[in-house]
């Protein structure tokens, strides 16, 4: 039900954003998150946004990362800025279908997960 897009290649310091669009007609009351991983290290939470538009982030990438969404469209955005080579990795959006009212920062939370996109950030 979710589709990632917009990975790619990117030099340090450039933006890239992404994108998820959730095929599900529950999008609007369920809270929406990226997450990414490495092959050295377990999936990590990046960002969320709440139902209610409440907004958390994990400190490597606050202030340079913005999630968003879009209810009209089915859609939620992660827009990255000043990236990182740390930042590569396969990221991957998931949607928590709970009524729970906050943006969980916790992948078991997330009932649905697109297939992931690449983001390789060159040094």
């Known amino acids: 039900q979710l589709q990632a897009y917009g990975g790619g290649l990117v030099q340090a310091g450039g933006s890239l954003r992404l994108s998820c669009a959730d095929s599900?007609?529950?999008?609007?009351?369920?809270?929406l998150g990226w997450f990414r991983q490495t092959p050295e290290k377990e999936r990590e939470f990046v960002a969320a946004?709440?139902?209610?538009?409440?907004?958390a982030y994990s400190e490597s990438v606050k202030a340079r990362f913005t999630i968003s969404r879009d209810n009209a469209a089915n859609t939620v955005t992660l827009q990255m800025n000043s990236l990182k080579p740390e930042d590569t990795a396969v990221y991957y959006c998931?949607?928590?279908?709970?009524?729970?009212?906050?943006?969980?920062?916790?992948?078991?939370?997330?009932?649905?997960w697109g297939q992931g996109t690449q983001v390789t950030v060159s040094s």
């Open positions: 998931a949607a928590d279908r709970s009524p729970r009212s906050i943006a969980s920062r916790l992948a078991h939370d997330y009932d649905d």
């Open positions: 599900g007609r529950t999008f609007s009351w369920s809270a």
């Open positions: 946004i709440s139902r209610f538009d409440i907004v």
